[in-house]
């Protein structure tokens, strides 16, 4: 790592100058940005070499990393702690549905003024779509940085032994199931799908999202999953466990590592992870990849989930320094260097028109495709407004469980969910 020159460090090497009676040179101090971001086993490659490509072109910055987190819930509540104990890093990656709680509590640094001082953002490859990712109540609280949709994953060998294949692949849910059932009944220690849906919220609002519907009412005064839209979304889930056969793998890694190894023929997960599900597979059998099974073709709709570069810094100077970064790290380059290592959708519109930085590559890489056909019906990832949106999160991921488990019917959670949530959520005035 390039060396950072602190006040006591630069004083010393004065005093030695002076010593042997060099000629007076006067050296700019070193900033060294400290940054945080989750999932390593996703972005490590990715943030690695962002910030390899951003030290190499400043001399006055110089960025390292902290604390990566598992998840995003888990990078979001170290920084939390972190706004009350001390200790904040001065960049950020937040999941882009967490973005809203950090404006809303103070602790991201408001970037309208750094975006004013730039000549034209939108030569810089911010256009509005793209900034309003990062807008939350008057506040450009982030700026995005990687954004992906769900996608299918599939294991064409399995895939074949049942008489499906890339081209023959289910374009809905019920075919889909059906699949699964078949590669299932293959025995063995197969199981024919499996479908992301513990951690976070994400994966519920693809099937929501799907069916046309919200998580709350436009005022954001009442819940909305609870209508027509959200009873289908959990009874799809229901279906997935029943008559797919979908196992119950819990919040890990057991799928990753069942369709890696060969037994599972289809996963529904995250675009993020094509690199890393491909290096899994490696020559194990053909990995494929797709756009997600449609629900409803003219209301469908599916989250935009990813990261957004946030500033916590408070300092004039590492705020300054840390914008370095941040405009470095959302550039058509440093994006560019995060879709290449990851999977995600590029953020930066430069990256997404110009061939020269991803056209040849997108060319290339077939695998990474899938998720930019469904660019069109993306929708930012919903932020629960309040104080309890990471416990609102929970209860959602609590309740889910209970359908995979069998343990609670379709009806039983999207009433239970609904009451639960309905409690944490801000209660309007008047």
């Not at 990712?133 to 506040?139: A, E, T, Y």
């Not at 005064?221 to 279906?239: H, I, N, Y």
């Amino acid at each position: 790592m390039s060396t950072t020159f602190t006040r006591r460090s630069t004083l010393g090497l004065m005093a030695g100058a002076a010593t042997i009676a060099m000629p007076h040179v006067v050296r700019a101090q070193t900033i060294e940005v400290v940054a945080h971001y989750s999932m390593p086993p996703i972005f490590k490659a990715a943030m690695e070499a962002v910030a390899e490509a951003f030290n190499k072109t400043s001399d006055k910055v110089k960025v390292t990393y902290v604390n990566p987190t598992p998840t995003y819930e888990d990078g979001a509540q170290l920084v939390l702690r972190q706004a009350t104990t001390g200790g904040l890093p001065d960049v950020s990656f937040q999941g882009l549905n967490r973005l809203r709680l950090f404006a809303e509590r103070g602790i991201a640094v408001e970037l309208k003024p750094f975006l004013a001082r730039e000549a034209d953002v939108k030569k810089l490859g911010y256009s509005d779509p793209i900034l309003g990712l990062g807008f939350h109540g008057g506040v450009q609280c982030g700026l995005p940085f990687a954004t992906s949709n769900p996608i299918s994953y599939l294991n064409v060998d399995l895939l074949k032994k049942v008489g499906s294949s890339l081209e023959t692949f289910p374009k809905t849910w019920d075919e889909v199931i059906a699949l699964s059932a078949k590669i299932a009944a293959l025995g063995d220690g197969n199981s024919g799908m499996f479908f992301r849906w513990p951690g976070d919220d994400w994966m519920f609002s693809a099937l929501l999202y799907g069916h046309g519907g919200r998580m709350l009412t436009e005022d954001e005064s009442k819940v909305a999953f609870d209508g027509p839209e959200g009873l289908a979304a959990v009874k799809l889930l229901d279906r997935m466990v029943k008559d797919g056969k979908m196992p119950n793998l819990g919040t890990g890694t057991a799928d990753l590592q069942a369709f890696g190894a060969g037994k599972m023929g289809m996963m529904f997960r995250t675009t993020a992870q094509v690199r890393q599900v491909a290096g899994m597979v490696g020559s194990n059998f053909e990995l494929q990849t797709t756009t997600l099974p449609v629900i409803d073709p003219v209301k469908g709709r599916l989250p935009t989930g990813g990261a957004g570069a946030m500033m916590t810094a408070k300092d004039p100077a590492r705020q300054a320094a840390a914008w370095e970064f941040i405009k470095f790290a959302t550039s058509a380059e440093g994006t560019t260097l995060m879709a290449k290592n990851t999977g995600y959708v590029p953020c930066n519109q430069l990256a997404i028109d110009d061939p020269m930085y991803l056209g040849e590559f997108y060319k290339a890489n077939p695998l990474f495709q899938a998720a930019t056909k469904q660019v069109h019906l993306m929708i930012p990832w919903y932020a629960f407004p309040g104080q309890n949106s990471v416990r609102v999160t929970q209860v959602m991921v609590d309740n889910l469980a209970r359908i995979v488990e069998q343990k609670a019917s379709p009806e039983e959670v999207l009433r239970d969910m609904s009451r639960e949530v309905t409690r944490l959520i801000p209660r309007r005035q008047g």
